[in-house]
Every structure is written in C-alpha cells, then in structure tokens.
C-alpha cells in the first residue's frame, strides 16, 4: 500500500486537498498530531469536496506511535535532502512492502533528528534558488503520482468512468 503521512499539518486547507489526492489515488493518510485544526472544519470539507467519506485515514498521537504500528519503507520529503524524489526505485520497495511517503508542517518541516535515523531515504523536489519549497499539497500530488508512475498506476482508472453509454465529442453524439 502507498501511504502519505503529514507531521503536524497546520494548514486545513492543504490537509484538504491531500486527502481528495488520497482518495483520487487509493493512498491511505496518516496524520500525526497535533494538527493546527479541527478535522471537522468547513475548509477541510471544501477542499476535500464529497471525497472525505471515501477516505481511509489515521490519526496518530506522535511520530512514535505512528511508527510503532506502521512498517514498511519511510521517505522523508525535506529541504535538506540531497536526492530528487525521482532517483529512489518505488517498484521495489513496494514489492517488499508499504511505502510511507512522510512530509513534515508547514512552517518547519520534519524535525532534523527524525531525519538522522534514516538519511538515505532523505530526498526533496527540486526547484530554483528562488523558493524554499512548495505547497505541500502540491508536493504530496507530486510524489504520489511518481510512485504511481513506477507501479504503472496499479489500478487507478485510465479513462473517464461514463454514467452512460453515450457520450458527446465536438459535438457528435457516440455510443459505445
């Protein structure tokens, strides 16, 4: 199972939008606490749209109870990573067992020593000089679709699912 995990999210808006991305690509989320909002807030339902109800998700006291029940391979997703996240083989790590993909707050991160445990799973997106990082929703969509790349999408659908079988292109009408 691919997994996105947020430390300490802040922002209910970018924990929102990560959760229609885990919905949209079968990833389970994890976070971990405290969180800078209420799950209940209205700007996580905006964000997340109808999806929430289809989410599977965790919510964990701190880092250590997360690892406690989690195994598996853990990426962090850092400003202080020296690899791009597209140089890591996710088709093999996965064979072996769940990938955690972790991403830290907002403000900070993920806290240095959490990162000494485990440097050669460090990695960042790169970018110019001229930002430090990028939106954290856009990161997780980034990262998750490279591991989905990897596995050939597994089974994420390919086509637009159609309510009928008849659909309109430029304008003509056409059955399937």
């Not at 240095?112 to 445990?117: F, G, N, P, S, V």
Request: with cysteine; proline share 4%.
């Amino acid at each position: 199972m691919i997994n996105i995990v947020l430390y300490e999210p802040e922002i209910p808006t970018n924990t929102g939008n990560i959760m229609r991305t885990c919905v949209a690509t079968n990833t389970k989320l994890h976070l971990i606490e405290p969180l800078g909002f209420k799950l209940d807030e209205a700007s996580i339902k905006r964000s997340g749209v109808n999806y929430i109800d289809k989410l599977d998700y965790v919510v964990y006291k701190n880092f250590n109870e997360f690892k406690e029940k989690n195994k598996g391979t853990y990426y962090y997703f850092t400003r202080y990573g020296h690899k791009p996240h597209t140089s890591f083989n996710y088709k093999e790590s996965y064979e072996k067992g769940d990938i955690y993909l972790i991403f830290g707050k907002e403000s900070t991160g993920i806290p240095r020593e959490m990162l000494k445990e485990d440097l050669e799973h460090c990695m960042r997106i790169p970018m110019t000089k001229n930002v430090r990082s990028l939106n954290l929703s856009n990161c997780c969509a980034i990262v998750v679709y490279e591991v989905l790349r990897q596995l050939d999408y597994l089974d994420l659908l390919r086509e637009e699912p159609h309510k009928s079988s008849n659909f309109i292109i430029d304008g003509i009408d056409k059955h399937e």
